[in-house]
């Protein structure tokens, strides 16, 4: 997978593959970053990459043509890339769209700073907008992270084990159930029994028991969009008559 993040702050995102998984992909070779800043595709003395903006208004602008000149000089190095602004304007982020990601093979991030981008930027170059939440931060490279982070844990061989918990749960659409380690009772509480039973089977069940139930008191929004089978059907209600008692 080749990143290619288009940014005035370099350092900031390759800060995403100094440490675990991510640090770990780019060593390997699974994943390959590259920070590209729009001040090296400046022809002024001062290297300006910032204008006022038409229309009055606070703050500055992105310049269009630094932009576009990075943009498109990354599209050649890559080939076909997908260039993805981030933004709160954009599409919000889901665990689908990393899925989908992952499996492009590169991709080229675009970040922005200041009060916001010349939209021409994104009328000319910009293949899709994303968002991570509905807040607003002070520039696209956090959001850059999130997506790099994101995506490079999806790669193949990228996690020691095969598919992590927190993998399944958020691929079949539910919230990740508790989870223990040891000791076995810490402040008198203990771990629930079953985990310590040894009987797949019932753990896995009551594993699946606790991620439908979760979802339902947490983000009932999210069972809207899933399918559950039978079984899971009666899992659910018999979880929420448990916490009724
Ligand atoms: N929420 C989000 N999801 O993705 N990005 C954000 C975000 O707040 N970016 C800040 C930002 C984005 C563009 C510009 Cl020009 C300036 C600041």
Redesign the pocket.
Known sequence: MQFSVITLFPELVESVVAEGVVGRAEKRGLMELKCVNPRDFTEDVHRTVDDRPYGGGPGM??RPDCLLKTIRSERERLGKAKVI????Q?KP?EQSMLQALSEEGSAILL???????DERVIDLEVDEE???????????E???M?VVDGVTRLLPEALGHKGSAIEDSFTDGLLDCPHYTRPERIEDLDVPKVLLSGNHQHIEKWRKKQALGRTQLRRPDLLQNTELNESDKVLLIEFMKEIKT
């Open positions: 602008l992105m602004y981030l933004s709160p954009g982020l970040c922005g700073r200041y009060e916001g981008i994303w968002s991570i939440g509905d807040y607003v931060l002070s520039g696209g956090l959001a850059a999130v």
